[in-house]
């Protein structure tokens, strides 16, 4: 019904930059805060970036000035460019969606959030 792809994860060396990239699909009428969230092992998932549907942007303090948070509303994609990464930002990388999708049954239209699979950033050497 709603697909929610993550892409763009590999190794990379300390100093070094990427850019994920997460693709929504699916039988949707709205797309509302898209975000970007990360995983380290033993670690809680937190915040990396979020962006609002009017495009405002929010940031964790151990990524401003270093990360970048993009949207195409038009292809349904938000975009987190990462520059300057550090042996800390290896993580598993998490695009969460709110949005508004078509049911099946009544009601025909509802909202909710979702999340990707993730894709996992190495940063070492």
């Known amino acids: 019904q709603v697909q929610v792809v993550e892409s763009g994860g590999g190794l990379v060396q300390p100093g070094g930059s990427l850019r994920l990239s997460c693709a929504v699909s699916?039988?949707?009428?709205?797309?509302?805060?898209m975000g970007w969230y990360r995983q380290a092992p033993g670690k809680q998932r937190e915040l990396v970036a979020g962006i609002s549907d009017d495009g405002l942007t929010n940031y964790a303090d151990f990524v401003k000035s270093r990360f970048i948070i993009s949207r195409d509303s038009a292809k349904n994609v938000v975009y987190l460019q990462m520059n300057s990464l550090k042996p800390d930002d290896t993580a598993v990388y998490f695009c969460?969606?709110?949005?508004?999708?078509?049911?099946?049954?009544?009601?025909?239209?509802?909202?909710?959030?979702?999340w990707g699979e993730g894709t996992l950033v190495t940063v070492s050497s």
């Open positions: 969460r969606v709110s949005l508004g999708y078509y049911t099946n049954s009544a009601p025909a239209r509802s909202w909710g959030t979702w």
């Open positions: 699916g039988r949707i009428f709205s797309i509302n805060d």
